[in-house]
């Protein structure tokens, strides 16, 4: 079940941010047994928060930029975080790159009357031109998830296991995004891409870094030197 950061994991964020801990001391800190902050802190890990060498405990890189935003941005990216664990990896049988994908995705949409909006990446790209995308990633109603993988894989798509490449990158929720047209192609908005640049880091961060300019905001690059210098 994916859930939001909930206080125990805000307060184990805020300690952190007083420097490097240890699992022994962050379990004082908030008052768990070390069984708890070993889960949670594997959990953090896994979305990014935080990083673990040798036993010690920190926040990354993701964790110091957004620590540094405006609260309404920390809360969005929050919200699209969650919205944007749940997905399912389709490969096709043959390359034929990211404008294929999304041409398929609109074409089942269109005939078999399912709603989907393009994000991340993707609507990056169709919004600004910048950075091409590696692959289509859309939100889809979780009620028609079965559908699409049922059309996709007619279409000679399989399903990948977590953390292979991926043609088509399928969100489910329950409700589409706010979405708009984009030459023909329904896309998150602006503000949506910025903050899930900003959830997913890497390369997000740069797609964020370049809608930014557009809705004015600006992005605090406290963050270690290597980002900063891909950045640059």
């Known amino acids: 079940m994916v859930k939001n950061l909930d206080d125990l994991e805000f307060s184990i964020l805020f300690y952190l941010q007083e420097g490097v801990q240890s699992i022994r001391v962050l379990s004082s800190l908030v008052g768990v047994p070390t069984s708890t902050m070993y889960r949670r802190i594997g959990e953090l890990e896994q979305r990014g928060w935080v990083k673990v060498r040798n036993r010690e405990i920190s926040l990354s890189e993701k964790a110091v930029l957004l620590l540094k935003q405006k609260f309404e941005i920390i809360v969005g990216v929050i919200h699209v975080e969650q919205q944007m664990l749940d997905k399912i990896l389709l490969k096709g049988s043959q390359p034929k790159g990211w404008e294929h994908q999304v041409e398929v995705i609109v074409e089942i949409s269109?005939?078999?009357?399912?709603?989907?909006?393009?994000?991340?990446?993707?609507?990056?790209?169709?919004?600004?031109?910048?950075?091409?995308?590696?692959?289509?990633?859309?939100?889809?109603?979780?009620?028609?998830?079965?559908?699409?993988?049922?059309?996709?894989?007619?279409?000679?798509?399989?399903?990948?296991?977590?953390?292979?490449?991926?043609?088509?990158?399928?969100?489910?929720?329950?409700?589409?995004?706010?979405?708009?047209?984009?030459?023909?192609?329904?896309?998150?908005?602006?503000?949506?891409?910025?903050?899930?640049?900003?959830?997913?880091?890497?390369?997000?961060?740069?797609?964020?870094?370049?809608?930014?300019?557009?809705?004015?905001?600006?992005?605090?690059?406290?963050?270690?030197?290597?980002?900063?210098?891909?950045?640059?």
Request: aromatic share 8%.
């Open 110 to 232: 269109k005939s078999e009357g399912l709603d989907y909006a393009v994000a991340a990446e993707t609507a990056a790209y169709l919004h600004t031109g910048y950075q091409t995308p590696s692959a289509c990633i859309s939100y889809v109603l979780e009620r028609d998830k079965k559908i699409w993988i049922q059309f996709l894989k007619k279409r000679w798509y399989e399903q990948n296991f977590e953390g292979e490449m991926a043609d088509i990158v399928l969100l489910s929720v329950r409700s589409i995004p706010q979405n708009i047209s984009v030459n023909g192609v329904q896309c998150v908005s602006r503000k949506r891409v910025f903050l899930e640049g900003l959830s997913l880091m890497g390369r997000g961060l740069l797609d964020s870094l370049v809608i930014s300019n557009s809705l004015g905001e600006k992005i605090f690059l406290t963050v270690p030197e290597e980002l900063t210098n891909v950045v640059a």
